[in-house]
C-alpha cells in the first residue's frame, strides 16, 4: 500500500470541511489562538513590522496622548481595562475551547470516516482544556523568541550591498526553520494531548519525536499551507472590492437622490458583506489547516506519509 502524501492531506481535510460546514464556526471560534503551523510565525512577524512602522511614524511628534485627572477618570481607566480584560480572557478560553473541538473532531472523522460527533468533540475540548493551553502558550512564546532574536541580528544589517543581502537571507532561513520545528512540533504535541491524552510534558516530548522522524514533510506541509495562506490573503482582497460593489452603486444612487438615509444604508450593507466574507474565509482557512495537520498527525502516528522531495528524487533515478 502507498503511503500518504500531504496532498492527499489537504484534499481530505477540504472534503472533511465541505461536508461539515459545522467546522466553520468551530474554525472562526478559534482564530484567536493563530493559525496552525508556520502562518502563525508569519503573522507575528507581520504584526512586528506594522508595530515597527506606526512606532516610527506617529512616535513621538504625533502620537496621542492621553491623560487622566481625578479618581474618577481613574476608576473608569481601571473599569475599562477590567472589561477589555475579562472580553480577552472569554475570546482566549472560547478560541482554545473551539481548536480543541476541532481538533477532536477531524481526528474522528479521519479514524472512523464518518460524520465527527460535535458534542463529544466539544466535551474533548473542554476536557484538555489546560494542556492545549498549554501547548498554545509554550508555542506563542517560543515563536515570540524566534522572532525577538531574528530582529535583534538583523538589526544595523545592510542589504545595499551583496555581503549584506546574503546574511539577511542566511539568518532569515535560519529563523523559519526554526519556526517550523517550533511549529510542527507544538501541532503534533496538541494531537497526541487532545487524541492519545498524553500529559503536557510527554506530548511534547512525543511532538517533537515525530517532527524528527518526518522532518522533511513537516517542512513541506508548513509551506504549502503558507502558499495557500496568501492564496487566501488574495482572494479575500478581491472579494471585498466585489462585496463594496452594492455600497458604491447605492452611494451614487444616494448622491443623486440626496438621501441621507440610504447612505447609511450603503454603508451598513457594505460593512456586513465585508465582515461576512473575511469571517467566512478565516473560519474555512482555519479549518482546513487544523484538518490538514490532524490528517497528517493520524496517519504519521500509525503508518507514515511520503515526502513530494523524496518521491520526486527517487522518480528523476
Not at 504625533?62 to 477618570?73: K, L, Q, R, W, Y
Not at 509551506?223 to 496568501?230: A, M, P, S
Request: aromatic share 10%; net charge positive; hydrophobic share 60%.
Amino acid at each position: 500500500m502507498l503511503e500518504p502524501t500531504y496532498g492527499q492531506a489537504i484534499t481530505g481535510a477540504w472534503r472533511l470541511v465541505w461536508h461539515h460546514k459545522t467546522l466553520w464556526v468551530l474554525g472562526l471560534l478559534s482564530i484567536a489562538v493563530g493559525h496552525f503551523g508556520l502562518n502563525t510565525f508569519v503573522g507575528m512577524l507581520l504584526n512586528l513590522a506594522d508595530a515597527n512602522f506606526l512606532l516610527a511614524s506617529w512616535w513621538p511628534e504625533n502620537a496621542p496622548v492621553i491623560t487622566v485627572s481625578g479618581s474618577e477618570g481613574l476608576l473608569w481607566v481601571v473599569w475599562l481595562c477590567l472589561v477589555l480584560g475579562a472580553v480577552a480572557i472569554f475570546v482566549a478560553v472560547v478560541a482554545v475551547l473551539s481548536q480543541g473541538a476541532l481538533i477532536a473532531a477531524s481526528g474522528e472523522w479521519f479514524r472512523k470516516r464518518s460524520s465527527p460527533n460535535m458534542s463529544r468533540a466539544w466535551r474533548k475540548g473542554v476536557k484538555h482544556f489546560w494542556r492545549l493551553l498549554g501547548v498554545d502558550l509554550i508555542q506563542k512564546v517560543l515563536l515570540g523568541g524566534v522572532l525577538i532574536i531574528l530582529a535583534l541580528l538583523l538589526r544595523g544589517i545592510s542589504t545595499e550591498t551583496t555581503q549584506g543581502f546574503l546574511l539577511v537571507v542566511i539568518i532569515s532561513t535560519v529563523g523559519l526553520l526554526f519556526a517550523v520545528a517550533i511549529s510542527s512540533s507544538t501541532i503534533y504535541a496538541a494531537g497526541y494531548v487532545v487524541e492519545k491524552e498524553l500529559p503536557l510534558g510527554q506530548a511534547l516530548v512525543e511532538g517533537w519525536r515525530m517532527f524528527e522522524h518526518h522532518l522533511l514533510v513537516s517542512t513541506e506541509m508548513s509551506l504549502v499551507l503558507l502558499v495557500l495562506n496568501l492564496a487566501v490573503l488574495a482572494l479575500v482582497f478581491f472579494g471585498s472590492v466585489l462585496t463594496i460593489a452594492p455600497t458604491l452603486i447605492l452611494s451614487l444612487i444616494a448622491g443623486f437622490t440626496g438621501s441621507g438615509a440610504l447612505i447609511a444604508l450603503s454603508v451598513t450593507v457594505g460593512g456586513f458583506l465585508l465582515v461576512l466574507f473575511i469571517a467566512l474565509c478565516g473560519a474555512l482557512f482555519n479549518a482546513l489547516t487544523v484538518s490538514a495537520w490532524m490528517y497528517l498527525f493520524m496517519k504519521m502516528h500509525h503508518r507514515g506519509v511520503t515526502s513530494r522531495i523524496l518521491h520526486w528524487l527517487k522518480f528523476a533515478r
